[in-house]
């Protein structure tokens, strides 16, 4: 998925005029900004974002997964000081670092998460006035029941079953509500379609299963 | 009088040239920036994130389509030969090993910006080819429409490769090493590395993100992948010479005369001189390196303009459906001299490696796949592998993947695959159509050529796919 997500995300703030657009098409088209992962389990999306220059936090609620993380990380030497991994929750982090990051990226986290408000107000807490959240997560539709769990779960066992909770997952629009109560205004929402067959991620028209949302907060609240 | 006047100045504008690339060359030698190009990783090696092992054409067109990648700008890489440095030096008199250079390929020396370099000193333009044969009058020609564009450029390797040190040498992140002799690999596929290690006979040893094994039809980094190799052995070698031609022509044909033993070939180089690819069979050939310079021309002469019998139920047939050559058929020039030293012979193999990639490691140029002459494809192929790795590495790099790991490897793979294996196959089939003059055979590819030669749109796809 980072074919898609991390273009989304380094385009993203070159829109949003985060990113210095003198910088684009350079080997760190992200340099200087401040990037928080939440719920950056393994590391799979913060180690792109630190390749490409930004100085990126990931945080996890699971100590196991933060070990892991670290773990890989040192793999490769070149990502070096600039990605970090913190064991905490959001809502803690947010007391040690408030407004400290350019922007916040969760993904494929919301869908397990049952207090959406308060996660979400949480994520917006930790972004600088301007600042960018990205998420990428599965609607509630039936499409995404049978392809999320029937098909992912139970099928193809792409993800463990029990994974997820449809009833957990979230529409855009209960997405985008949310954010705007945060003080959020989205400024994107794309559809993302899995071939299981050639295993590629293409974007799609389709927000029927997964979807990305990009949001910027507002300049006050 | 004409030519003898646009001939000398030339010949002088070489023999600055020459000079210039020695100087050029020297500096390129002595570039003691390596120590500063790469870093000390813990575990005592050297670390780059790219190195490349073989510095040919197509090794050397690597690192330099790599090392241009602006998003690949800080990234650090190595091009490993086993040869010693040695200066190249562009002769007054041409070299004889020439390629056939398609259109994507000068895409390729465009967007490093040698292709002005490499035209201003020579290359041959050819306007139209013609392919004929002996067992039947059918024949196919191959140009734009009146001649107004080239279908090709003839270009020695001398040219190219100094063209492409050129370039390299003044990529920044970009380093060689000469007489690098490489003793062992280690990948992470197969042992317990997380990324490449070079070892090399001095015992040093190299680690890196993505090592692009470049190093020829032997290569060292196939043999430590898991891959399966295919190789036809053809019973043919291929014999090169440089020719000058009997009268001083507008030399912008290329010929191609399939042979009951092999295939021959003219490729032009100026107004008065051509280059001979003959494949031809082991034992032809090695007498042909022996005869002496008269009788040699002698044999080429022969080789294009002598009539066979033809087929007489393949004539009649090609006149029944009005598929006769008529008037399209055109003489190559006469030869009436070969160049001292410049007959030379090497043996001809295809090889089919059925995956270009492991984890960290990739195929590029006739370590991937080597194809017989006769189609001038084989260094276009590897350079066509060149410019969709670097995309696909730059690719990877911008959207913060690892250059070694991730899935820009594979679709390095299926691209190339899809684009080489029907070249592949095409130029195994005429080859096998043509070293018979079995009935059907001849048949088939007389029926062919005519057909493909009276259909223009067929004949513009068949171009436009050589071209790719």
């Known amino acids: 998925m980072n074919s898609l997500r991390v273009p989304l995300i380094r385009d993203g703030l070159f829109q949003t005029g985060a990113a210095d657009s003198h910088k684009k098409n350079t080997p760190r088209p992200l340099e200087g900004l401040q990037i928080v992962d939440v719920g950056c389990g393994g590391g799979l999306l913060s180690e792109p974002l630190a390749r490409l220059g930004a100085s990126v936090t990931g945080i996890d609620a699971s100590a196991d997964l933060i070990e892991v993380a670290q773990r890989h990380a040192k793999l490769d030497p070149a990502l070096g000081s600039r990605l970090n991994y913190i064991h905490t929750a959001a809502e803690t982090h947010v007391c040690e670092a408030p407004e400290k990051y350019d922007a916040v990226v969760s993904s494929e986290v919301i869908e397990h998460i049952h207090d959406k408000n308060f996660f979400l107000e949480q994520c917006v807490k930790l972004l600088k006035p301007k600042g960018s959240i990205f998420l990428t997560t599965l609607n509630r539709t039936t499409e995404s029941w049978l392809g999320g769990i029937v098909a992912a779960e139970h099928l193809l066992n792409l993800v463990p079953k029990g994974t997820h909770q449809w009833e957990l997952f979230i529409q855009p629009v209960e997405l985008q509500d949310i954010l705007e109560k945060c003080g959020c205004s989205t400024k994107l929402i794309h559809g993302m379609c899995y071939n299981p067959l050639t295993d590629e991620w293409k974007w799609s028209k389709n927000v029927k299963i997964n979807y990305a949302l990009h949001a910027v907060k507002a300049e006050s609240n | 009088m004409a030519p003898i006047m646009f001939l000398s100045p030339v010949t002088m504008a070489f023999s600055n040239v020459s000079k210039k690339l020695l100087m050029s060359h020297a500096g390129f030698i002595c570039n003691s920036s390596l120590i500063q190009k790469c870093h000390q990783s813990t575990s005592g090696s050297q670390h780059y994130d790219i190195i490349i092992a073989g510095g040919g054409l197509v090794g050397t067109a690597m690192a330099c389509a790599l090392g241009s990648a602006k998003v690949l700008s800080e990234k650090k890489i190595l091009l490993l030969e086993g040869a010693p440095a040695k200066p190249i030096t562009l002769k007054d008199t041409y070299s004889n090993r020439v390629s056939a250079i398609n259109h994507a390929s000068v895409e390729l020396f465009k967007h490093l910006s040698i292709w002005e370099d490499i035209r201003g000193h020579r290359v041959q333009e050819v306007r139209k080819m013609q392919v004929w044969e002996t067992c039947s009058d059918s024949l196919i020609t191959f140009s734009e429409d009146d001649l107004s564009n080239p279908v090709a450029y003839i270009i020695e390797n001398d040219l190219m490769m100094w063209a492409l040190s050129k370039c390299n040498e003044n990529i920044p992140n970009s380093s060689v090493r000469y007489s690098a002799k490489i003793k062992d690999y280690a990948f992470p596929h197969s042992s317990d590395v997380n990324t490449p290690e070079v070892l090399l006979e001095t ?207 594979k679709v390095y793979q299926s691209e190339r695959l899809y684009e080489t294996l029907p070249k592949m196959k095409v130029i195994h089939f005429m080859h096998t159509l043509y070293k018979t003059s079995f009935t059907p055979a001849v048949v088939l590819r007389s029926l062919g050529l005519s057909l493909v030669q009276s259909m223009p749109l067929v004949k513009k796809q068949l171009i436009k796919r050589a071209n790719s």
Request: hydrophobic share 40%.
């Open chain 2, 203 to 409: 015992g040093e040893k190299l680690s890196c993100d993505l090592l692009i094994g470049a190093d020829g039809i032997n290569s060292k980094v196939r043999s430590k992948m898991d891959t399966m190799v295919e190789r036809t052995d053809y019973n043919q070698m291929g014999v090169v010479a440089t020719l000058s031609l009997s009268d001083p022509t507008n030399n912008i044909v290329a010929w191609q005369r399939f042979l009951p033993d092999g295939v021959i070939a003219l490729l032009p180089l100026s107004e008065s001189t051509s280059s001979l690819v003959w494949s031809t069979s082991v034992e032809k050939a090695k007498s042909l390196i022996g005869l002496t310079g008269d009788s040699f021309v002698d044999a080429v002469n022969e080789a294009f303009l002598k009539e066979f019998p033809s087929n007489p139920f393949v004539e009649s047939l090609l006149k029944n459906l009005n598929l006769s050559p008529g008037t399209d058929k055109q003489i190559p020039p006469s030869i009436n001299g070969v160049q001292e030293n410049s007959r030379a012979a090497f043996p001809l193999g295809s090889i089919n490696v059925s995956r270009y990639v492991n984890d960290c490691v990739a195929l590029i140029g006739d370590a991937a796949h080597r194809v017989h002459p006769l189609a001038g494809q084989g260094v276009n192929i590897g350079f066509g592998d060149v410019q969709c790795l670097a995309d696909q590495v730059a690719k990877a790099a911008y959207q913060g993947s690892h250059i070694g790991k991730g899935a820009h490897l």
